[in-house]
Structures are given as C-alpha cells and as structure tokens.
C-alpha cells in the first residue's frame, strides 16, 4: 500500500498532537508554544499541498477522482472514512495558508494576551481538517463542533466587555445551529439508516414515497445550520459585530469558517440532490439563490453605512457569502468554477484586510470615525484650516510605514471590489460568464430574471465596497482629523503583504487556475466519482489489511 495515502490523516493528527503537547507547557514560555505552533502550522501547509497534488493527480475519465481513507478494517458504510478530492484539498490548502499568516501576525503581540492561545488555535485547524475531509454526517458534527468550540476560545481572546458581549451572542447563535444540526441528522438517519455521504447519495433515489417529506424536512433543518455559519441573510446577522470585535488575527482566520458553511452546502448540494432523485433533484437550490440575493442586499447596505473599518470588514464577508451561496443555488458547473476561484480571492482578501485594520487604527486618533462623519455633515474649523495644512505638509517626505500600509490598503479594496487587474476581477469575471452564457460560451440560453438581479448585484457590491474603502482610505491616509505616524513591526506586515502577493499569483497564474476549478466543478457535478471513490475499491484501510 502506498504510504502516502496516510498523509490523508495528518491534516487532523498533526494539529491534534501538536494542540495537546502545547497544553503541557508552562504559559510564561510563550516564544517555545509559538515556535512549535508554527512548525506545526507550516507542516500542516506542506502536507495540503502535497494532499492537492495527489488529488490533481488522480486519472480522470473512467478512474475515481477521491482518495478515502478508512480508519479501521470495515468497510467505508460502517467506519469512520475520510475522504480526499480536488475541493477538499483547495480548502486544506487554504485554512493552512490563513492559519500561517494570521499566526505570524499574532506572534508580535496577540498571541500573549490570554491563556492557550496557542492550544486553541491548533484544535481549530484539527476542526476544520476534519470538517472538510470527513466523509459522513456524524463526524462532520463532531468536527464542527470541535472548531466551534476552539473559536469560542480564540473569540475571547484578549478580553474585554465589547469582546465578550459578542462573544457571547456568537456563542449562544452557533449553539442553536449544532442543535438543528443534530435534530437534521436525525431524521436523515431515521429515513435512510446511513450517514456516510456516499452511501447516501446512493439511497436517497429509492427512498420511499411516503418518507421523502421527512427526509426533506431533515435535509432542511440540516441546511438551516450551516446557512448559519455561512452568514445567509436574515440568520447572519451575529456576524459583523461577532468579527469586529474579534482580535486582528483571529478575525483574518475567522474569514475561512464562513467558508465550512458553504463548503457543505456545495458537497451535499451536489452530491445528495445533484444527482436523479426524483423530487429530490435540485432540492434547495432556489432557496440558496434567492438567499444568496437577499445576502447581497443586506451586506452592501451594511458596507455602505459603515464607519467602522471592522464592521465593513464583517459585511464584506457576507458579501462574499451571499455571491457564493447564490453561485451555488444556480449549480452550473461554469458559475462554481468561477465561485471557487472567488472564494480563495476573497478570503485571502479580506483576511489581510481584518489585520490590516489594527495597523491601520494606529494612524487615526480614538473617536475619528464619529468626528469625520460630524465634521462632514456640520462642517467646522477642520476646513477652514484645510489650505494652511496642505501649503504645510509640502515637502514633508511621508513615513515609510503609511505608505506601505496605504498601498497594501489600496490593492485590498481593488481585491474586494473586484477590480483589473487583480485576482478579484479575474473571479468576479469568471461567475459572470457563468451566468451569462448558460448554454455555455457562445452558445445560445435563456437566462432567467433572478439570474439578472444577481449579476446586478455582483456588480453593485463591488462598487459599494470601492467606495466605502475609498472613503474610509481618504480619512485615513489623505485627511485625517489628527494624523498619526504608526508604529508598526515586519512581522505584522509581512502577512498582509504575502496574502495581497498570493493574490497577484492568483492573478498571473489564473489559467491554471481556473484549469483546476474547472476540473473541481465538473467532479462536483458528477457525483459518480466521489461515490465510486468511496464505494467502489477506492478505500484504504488506516490498519494492516
């Protein structure tokens, strides 16, 4: 058996062993627990990339396109099964991204500032290892609930009444949603008597008429949960204080876990209702879409009333949330390409942008949001003194850290408001034509009405972003109320500046990108592959067989 296929597990051993022996080291040791944590944490990024390799790797036509994994000698119906393919790679790959930058970020101050942070942040990255990678519905709960329990802890962190109060709404919201989880799963076993996702696929075509209305009842309570996490309007709206008053690092890695949410509604969308099943075909894709609008409306409106940089930042996840759960209500193969594209943009995007936010704070006084907007609207000595202040900033030479900072803030905005030449454009291009050519490139299709209000709002999002970050830019960098030169360390802005250089990859290597999107979408479309994968001698044994 080749031994590479245990590297299947690492993404969950490696940060559940390393998590535990951090526990056992004294917290006055902070520069030991940060240097295991990252070693880990950059072993966790080598091994996603080596998993994404064996995934790309893998024979299409004729050949499956996953890689399981069963823990035990049974077959894959009855054990716990771990599951590998092209999208669960492309997730791996990019939580150990974010956990690497947002870790480097927090080693200059952030990660000293509570207890175990550490411990927490590795559990977290077992979580969503194992969220992403499991191939049954009970162990997709219990790793959800593994990474829930570690954000409880990284929400916290650092303390403070405006930190706890949101931590405690968020708290109490994801609670509820394990609670319809679990009720969901219920029933969906009640119906069909498995939970592997494969196995499931497989059973929901014959299951009896007069039980489809529970099954369809559990499928619902089931999506409601992870709607959730994802942040879909009217059931996100815990999310924008929740990520404002999350510290910068932890905020960036927090992007990635509205991800899980629509990560699951992609693979069971596609792979329980994507398939013939009757009255099950397509089950839930209209409610995803209109969703996914509903979303857009409410967090564009959010991005515009801000004057917080964290709250903006929060609704620009739920930007991203609602564009990719509507992307997947429509199901086309082309528009998913193009939203997985756009998901890794635009998490690495607004992840910079939630640790830019804390260097960026340092050059504004407390209070500028709040006397900006009143000097706007009443106006005052601020612009009557305008002209002198400009005549006396000539010549002065601006500091080397504005500038950086003003330049990293700049491309972010081009980033998320979907902008050339950046990654972002490319993205936001790549659902377009999805949309818009149905029938595939150049050929004929109708596109129906809520397809046209989605690209309107694809559309309006983006320039509701660019103009609230211009805004917030020129009170920041151009005219602040009282400007202040930052104190700000290469550690802090090295990870922003590698999240916004990734993004330029993104850009020049786009075609091969895309290549692997379209690869993704089309396993996703046909969910033969990942069952034949699962089901049909694709299986490997964790013990001697």
Partial sequence: MDWTRHLLIVPILLPLVTGAALLLIDETRHTLKAFINLASTVLLLVAGLVLMHMAASVPDGGGALALSYAIGDWPARFTIVLVLDRLASLMLVLVAVLALASLIFSLARWHRAGPHFHSIFQFLLMGLGGAFLTGDLFNLFVFFEITLAASYGLLLHGGGAFRV????????????????????????????????????????????????????????????????????????????????????????????????????????????????????????????????????????????????MGRLAGYAVLISSGTLLAAVGLGDASVVSGALFYLVSSTLSTAALFMLIELVERAREPGADLLAVTIEAYGGEEGEEEEEREDEAVGVVMPGALAVLGIAFGCVALLLAGLPPLSGFVAKFAILTGMLNPGGLGQPGEIPAPVWVLVALVILSGFAILVAMMRTGMRTFWAPVQPVLPRVLVVEVAPILALIGLCLVLTAAAGTVVSYTDATARALHDPATYIGGVLGGGETSGGVR
């Fill in 165 to 308: 109060r949101s931590g405690l709404h968020y708290i109490s919201i994801n609670l509820a949603a394990s609670l319809l989880f679990l009720i969901g799963v219920s029933l969906i076993y009640g119906v069909t008597g498995s939970l592997n996702m494969a196995d499931l696929a497989v059973r929901l075509p014959v299951v009896r008429e007069h039980d489809r209305m529970l099954l369809q009842a559990g499928a619902a309570i089931l999506g409601v949960a992870f709607l959730v996490k994802a942040g879909m309007w009217p059931l996100g709206f815990w999310l924008a204080p929740a990520y404002m008053a999350a510290a910068a690092p932890v905020g960036a890695v927090f992007v990635v876990l509205t991800k899980v949410g629509v990560y699951i509604l992609l693979r069971l969308t596609l792979l329980l209702f994507g398939s013939p099943a009757g009255e099950l075909t397509g089950f839930g894709g209209v409610a995803l879409l209109w969703g996914g609008i509903a979303t857009l409306i409410f967090a564009t409106s959010g991005v515009l009333a801000s004057q917080a």
